[in-house]
Nanobody
């Protein structure tokens, strides 16, 4: 059974940085594409970033491009989301997801395995 566990959330001032981690266990991590999604109160879950299973291809939502970086370390079975220049509108629960497709995807329905999420709060 695949388990996905996020960590690294917290409270940060606007302009600050956080790095989220996504630990995936139960199957071969290198077979999974990884995606990050976020959901603010009263809002739909939205795509943030994704990375191919090989790590060679990435995609970002326009709202985070050039400020967030997704990466992975297949040797550690862990994915990461480095978030810089954070804005208050980034406040949300951030969820990591794993899927068996070969490339990245910004469609949440392509991901079979999800973590419970980690709270990120950006104060103004």
């Amino acid at each position: 059974q695949v388990q996905v566990v996020e960590s690294g959330g917290g409270v940060v001032q606007a302009g600050g940085s956080l790095r989220l981690s996504c630990a995936v266990s139960g199957r071969t991590f290198s077979r999974y594409a990884i995606g990050w999604f976020r959901q603010a109160p009263g809002m739909e879950r939205e795509f943030v970033a994704a990375i191919m299973s090989s790590g060679y291809g990435t995609r970002y939502a326009d709202s985070v491009k050039d400020r967030f970086t997704i990466s992975r370390d297949n040797a550690k079975n862990t994915g990461y989301l480095q978030m810089n220049s954070l804005k208050p509108e980034a406040t949300a629960v951030y969820c990591c997801a794993a899927g068996t497709m070969r490339t990245w995807s910004d469609n949440r329905y392509d991901y079979a395995y999800w973590g419970k999420g980690t709270q990120v709060t950006v104060s103004s």
